[in-house]
C-alpha cells in the first residue's frame, strides 16, 4: 500500500463532502437563477431495474427522472433530500456515524420535513445515493448493527479516536460487530485463505467453539440473516484485497438460497450501487441434494416457500446449472432443512464432516 | 253565530292556537296590514314595532302591550271602527294577489287581545288631515264595533299612517327565534322596507332597508271560469247588473268573449239569454262544474301577480343574509304558469358562501314564502321540502349533505294551494310543484359552476400553500449544505406559481355572468 490506511479513508471523506455540499451548490444557484431547483437521477421504478449478465448484479437502466421542485408531488421529497443531504454532510465533517433509525428521528421536529414513518426516510436516503452515486455509508448513515466478523484479519481503524489502531478479529471470542468502526477500517494482513459466510448466529459460534477459522483457514462471516450492505461490501472487499475464496452456507430453503445469492449478485433494491456483489462467491449448502445425501431431517416447504422457489426458478440471477438443479431437488422433495439440522449427528459433525467434504467437493468444481 | 263568534270559539284556526304563537300570529296579522297600507299607496314602508311586557302571568305567559305604526295610506276617520271592529268587512269580486291570510287583517288580533285581556284597543290614524284617535272594543255577539272614545287631534307634521296599539296574552321568550326569523324573512322580500323592532327586554333589532325599488302593484283581474267556486258565482250573480247570461260570462270572468261564452254556455245547458238572477242553485253548481272542466278559455292572465322579480328578490337575500362578493347566489324568477284555473309564477333563489356557514347550520336551508309572507311552520310537509329533498339529486350540482346552502323559494299566485285551514305549507300540486323543481334546477346548475371553479380555488390555494412551506426550507438547506451565506431569494418562484389563483377568483365572480346567459 502506498498511502497509510487513514489516508485514503480521510480522501474518500473529503470527496464525498464534496459531492454533498456540490449539490447544495447546485440548488442555491438554481434558485438564485429564477429556477424551480430539480435533481436528475436514474429512474428506480422496477420496469428500470435490469439485470445486467455480464457485472452477474442488477443494475439501473438508462432512464432518468427528474425530482423538480415546481411538481407539487415532488416538492415534499425535495426538500427532503435536501435536508438528508445536509444532515449527512453534518456526519461527514463531524465524522460521526448514525443510522437509518437515527436520521428518520432526527427529522422529527423539523417542521415540514417530517417523514411519516422510517420506510419514507429509508427511501429519501436511497434517492440520495441514486443523486449522488455513492453509498449511504459513505455519508456515515449505516443500518442497525446485527452481523459480525471473526477470524485472523487484521484491521485498522480511521474512526475519530481510533486513528491508526490496530485490531485483530480474533481477539473477541464472540466475533466483532461490523459496525461503522469495521467498515470503514482499512484491512492490514490475514493468514486466512477463504472466507466462509453463515447465516445464521447459533452455527456462527459453534464454528468458532470448534476453531473452525482455524481447521478450515477461514476468517467466519455472520450475516444474521439477509445481509446488511456494509457486510457485502466487507465480504467483497476481502475477495477483492487478498482473492479470497468466498463460500456461503446457509439453511436450506428458498430464503437461505436467497441470502447467498444476494451476496453474488446483489440485490435489486441496490441496483443503484456497485461494489456490493461477490460473483465469484459460492453457495455450498445446505442443498437439497445434502437433504438426501445426509438424511437430513427435515420440514415439509409451505405454500409461500413453494410460490418462493418458483419466483427464483424464473429469476435472471438464478440460471446458472446448480442453482436451477437444487431449485428442482427443493421442489421434487418438498422439503426443507435448516443448519441445525447436522446436530443430529452430534454437534460436531458439521465442522468434522460436513464441511471439509462440501469444501473439497466446491473447490474441485 | 256572528263571524266575530265564530273566530272566537276557533281561533286556532287563525293561528292563535297557544300563548306563543299568538304572538306570532299577532305580529304577522299587523305587520303585513301595514306593509299593505305603505305599498297601496307607493310609500317606501317605514314600520315600527313594539311588544312591551305589562305584567308576568303564571305558567310562562304575561300581557304585553303590542304597539305597531306605519307610514301608509292611513284610514278614513269614518270606516275606522268598522275596519277594526268587525269580521268579514267589505267583499272583494276581482281578483288580485294580496298578502292577508285570511281577510280579516288586525281585526282577529284585536279579537284575540279583547278576550284574553278585555282591554280596548287603541288606533290612530290619518290620511293626512286631522289625527283620528280610537279607543274600542268589539261587540263579539254581534259582530260590531263599540266605540269608547274618539279623539280628534291636529296634525301640524302632515303625519299620514296608522298606529295600532293593544294588549293580549302570549309568551314571548318561546316564539322568539321564529318570530326574529320571520322579521328577518320578512325583510328579505320586502327590501324596500325598513323595519324596527324593540322585544320586551328592550333590545332593538333594525332591518334596513336595501333599496328604494318596490315591484309594480299588481291589477286587479276578472276571476277566471276555471277557478271560480259555487260561493263565488252565486255572489257575483247577487250583484250583477247584466240581463243575460252571456253578458254575464263576458262582463264577470276573464277570457271570455262572444264565442267562447256562446260555446260555453251550449256546453253547459245554460241558455245564453238566461237571466241571471233568475238561475236556480243548482244551475250554478252546473256551471261550475262545466267551466272547470271547458277547455276553450284562454290562459289566466298573470297581470293580477306580482312577483319579487330577480332583481329586488337578489337585494333583499344579500342584505338580510350578509352576502358578500365572493358568495354565491343565483335568482330564478320562472314565467307565469296556471294549475286549476289560476295563474301563478315560482321564484327561487340558492345560496352559499362563508357567509352562509356562519349563519346557518351546515347543510340545507329553507326559506319559503307564499304571495311574499314568510312560512315558518310545518316545512317538512310542504312541496317545496319534497322538491328540495326528493326531486332533486343535488349529488348532480356537487352539493352534499355538509354543503351550506340557502334555498329561498317564493310562489306568488290569486290562489295560493295551502293544504291546510292553518295555511303553513303549500300543497303539492303537480303543476307547481314541476315550476319549483325548475326554477331551483336553473339556480342549481349555476351553483355546480360556482362549486367546481371554488373547489379549483381552493386547491389552488393549497399548492401556492405548499410552495410557500417547502420552498424556504428548500432555500435554508441548499444554503447550509453549499457553505452559503445567505439564502437565495425565492420570492420570484412563489410569484411564478401564484400567478393562477387570482384567475381563478375573477372567473367565480363571472359565473352567474354566464350562467344568467345560458338560462
Known amino acids: 500500500m502506498s498511502e497509510t490506511p487513514h489516508k485514503e479513508s480521510e480522501k474518500q471523506r473529503e470527496i464525498t463532502e464534496a459531492s454533498l455540499k456540490q449539490l447544495g451548490n447546485l440548488i442555491y444557484e438554481q434558485i438564485q437563477n429564477r429556477e424551480f431547483p430539480w435533481v436528475m437521477m436514474q429512474s428506480r421504478s422496477t420496469d428500470n431495474i435490469i439485470y445486467d449478465p455480464e457485472l452477474r448484479q442488477y443494475i439501473l437502466g438508462s432512464r432518468t427522472i427528474r425530482r423538480h421542485a415546481r411538481n407539487i408531488r415532488h416538492i415534499r421529497p425535495f426538500t427532503q433530500m435536501v435536508w438528508t443531504a445536509w444532515f449527512a454532510r453534518e456526519l461527514v465533517s463531524m465524522r460521526k456515524t448514525s443510522t437509518l433509525r437515527e436520521v428518520y428521528y432526527s427529522a422529527r421536529g423539523q417542521q415540514d420535513i417530517e417523514f411519516s414513518g422510517q420506510p419514507e426516510s429509508d427511501n429519501i436516503i436511497t434517492d440520495l445515493e441514486v443523486a449522488l452515486n455513492r453509498p449511504r455509508e459513505d455519508f456515515g448513515i449505516f443500518p442497525e448493527e446485527r452481523s459480525a466478523i471473526f477470524g485472523d484479519l487484521t484491521i485498522e481503524y480511521t474512526v475519530p479516536g481510533y486513528e491508526g489502531r490496530r485490531m485483530n478479529l480474533t481477539d473477541h471470542p464472540d466475533g466483532v460487530m461490523v459496525g461503522p468502526a469495521v467498515t470503514s477500517s482499512e484491512f492490514v494482513e490475514t493468514s486466512a485463505d477463504k472466507i466462509l459466510v453463515i447465516e445464521k448466529g447459533a452455527m456462527f459460534n459453534r464454528l468458532i467453539e470448534e476453531k473452525a477459522h482455524d481447521k478450515f483457514n477461514a476468517i467466519l462471516v455472520h450475516t444474521a440473516g439477509q445481509s446488511p450492505r456494509s457486510t457485502r461490501k466487507i465480504i467483497r472487499r476481502l475477495n477483492q484485497q487478498w482473492g479470497l475464496p468466498v463460500y456461503i452456507f446457509t439453511d436450506g430453503d428458498p430464503w437461505g438460497i436467497h441470502i447467498a445469492m444476494v451476496i453474488i449478485s446483489g440485490s435489486a433494491n441496490a441496483a443503484h450501487l456497485r461494489d456490493l456483489a461477490t460473483p465469484e462467491a459460492k453457495w455450498i449448502g445446505v442443498w437439497g441434494t445434502d437433504i438426501i445425501d445426509y438424511k437430513l431431517p427435515t420440514e415439509n416447504l409451505t405454500e409461500h416457500d413453494a410460490k418462493r422457489l418458483r419466483e427464483l426458478k424464473t429469476d435472471p440471477r438464478y440460471t446458472d446449472e446448480i442453482w436451477q438443479r437444487e431449485i428442482d431437488i427443493f421442489m421434487k422433495i418438498g422439503k426443507k432443512a435448516e443448519l441445525e439440522a447436522f446436530s443430529r449427528y452430534g454437534l460436531t459433525y458439521i465442522v468434522d464432516e460436513y464441511l471439509p467434504a462440501k469444501l473439497e467437493s466446491v473447490e474441485n468444481i | ?519
Not at chain 2, 358 to 374: C, E, F, V
Open chain 2, 1 to 519: 253565530m256572528s263571524p266575530s263568534d265564530f273566530f272566537y270559539r276557533n281561533r286556532e284556526i287563525a293561528g292563535f292556537s297557544n300563548p306563543s304563537r299568538a304572538i306570532y300570529a299577532a305580529v304577522r296579522e299587523l305587520l303585513e296590514n301595514s306593509l299593505d297600507a305603505c305599498e297601496a299607496q307607493k310609500a317606501l314602508p317605514e314600520i315600527f314595532l313594539r311588544i312591551t311586557e305589562v305584567t308576568a302571568s303564571e305558567a310562562g305567559s304575561s300581557i304585553y302591550i303590542m304597539r305597531i305604526s306605519d307610514n301608509g295610506t292611513g284610514l278614513p276617520p269614518e270606516e275606522i271602527p268598522n275596519c277594526f271592529g268587525k269580521v268579514f268587512y267589505g267583499s272583494k269580486y276581482t281578483l288580485k294577489q294580496a298578502r292577508g291570510t285570511f281577510g280579516l287583517g288586525g281585526t282577529i288580533t284585536i279579537l284575540y287581545g279583547q278576550i284574553t285581556t278585555h282591554k280596548p284597543v287603541t288606533i290612530t290614524s290619518s290620511t293626512g288631515g286631522e289625527i283620528h284617535e280610537y279607543e274600542m272594543m268589539i261587540d263579539i255577539q254581534n259582530n260590531r264595533p263599540m266605540i269608547l272614545r274618539h279623539r280628534v287631534m291636529e296634525n301640524k307634521k302632515k303625519w299620514r299612517g296608522t298606529v295600532v296599539e293593544l294588549q293580549m296574552e302570549g309568551d314571548y321568550s318561546r316564539i322568539k327565534s321564529r318570530l326574529l326569523d320571520y322579521l328577518k324573512e320578512t325583510a328579505i322580500v320586502n327590501p324596500y322596507a325598513d323595519l324596527t323592532f324593540v322585544d320586551p327586554a328592550g333590545r332593538l333589532y333594525r332591518y334596513e332597508r336595501g333599496t328604494e325599488k318596490m315591484p309594480p302593484l299588481p291589477k286587479a283581474v276578472k276571476p277566471h271560469p276555471h277557478g271560480i267556486d259555487v260561493e263565488n258565482f252565486r255572489r257575483l250573480v247577487s250583484v250583477t247588473k247584466e240581463k243575460s247570461m252571456k253578458a254575464f260570462m263576458m262582463e264577470h270572468f276573464q277570457g271570455v268573449g262572444q264565442k267562447t261564452a256562446d260555446n260555453f254556455l251550449k256546453a253547459a245547458g245554460i241558455s245564453r239569454r238566461a237571466k241571471p238572477k233568475s238561475l236556480k242553485p243548482e244551475d250554478i253548481v252546473t256551471l261550475v262544474r262545466t267551466a272547470r272542466q271547458f277547455s276553450d278559455f284562454k290562459r289566466p292572465d298573470p297581470s293580477c301577480l306580482s312577483p319579487m322579480g330577480e332583481e329586488l328578490l337578489e337585494t333583499g337575500i344579500r342584505k338580510e343574509l350578509n352576502l358578500t362578493e365572493s358568495d354565491f347566489l343565483q335568482v330564478v324568477t320562472r314565467k307565469p304558469s296556471t294549475y286549476l284555473g289560476f295563474p301563478f309564477i315560482v321564484e327561487a333563489a340558492v345560496a352559499t358562501g362563508s357567509s352562509i356557514s356562519k349563519q346557518y347550520k351546515s347543510g340545507t336551508t329553507i326559506i319559503r314564502y307564499a304571495n311574499r309572507i314568510p312560512l315558518l311552520f310545518d316545512e317538512s310537509s310542504g312541496v317545496v321540502w319534497k322538491v328540495v329533498n326528493k326531486n332533486i339529486n343535488w349529488s348532480t350540482y356537487k352539493v352534499y349533505s355538509d354543503t351550506p346552502l340557502v334555498i329561498v323559494v317564493h310562489v306568488c299566485s290569486t290562489k295560493i294551494p295551502y293544504k291546510t285551514v292553518g295555511k303553513e305549507y303549500m300543497a303539492d300540486q303537480p303543476e307547481v310543484e314541476k315550476e319549483i323543481t325548475n326554477a331551483i334546477r336553473t339556480a342549481a346548475r349555476s351553483l355546480r359552476i360556482y362549486i367546481s371553479r371554488s373547489h379549483r380555488a381552493a386547491r389552488e390555494r393549497r399548492r401556492l400553500n405548499i410552495f410557500e412551506k417547502f420552498l424556504p426550507k428548500i432555500a435554508e438547506f441548499s444554503t447550509k449544505l453549499s457553505d452559503n451565506e445567505d439564502p437565495p431569494d425565492i420570492a420570484p418562484l412563489l410569484a411564478a406559481v401564484s400567478t393562477t389563483i387570482p384567475d381563478v377568483e375573477e372567473k367565480i365572480k363571472e359565473v352567474s355572468t354566464i350562467v344568467g346567459d345560458a338560462a
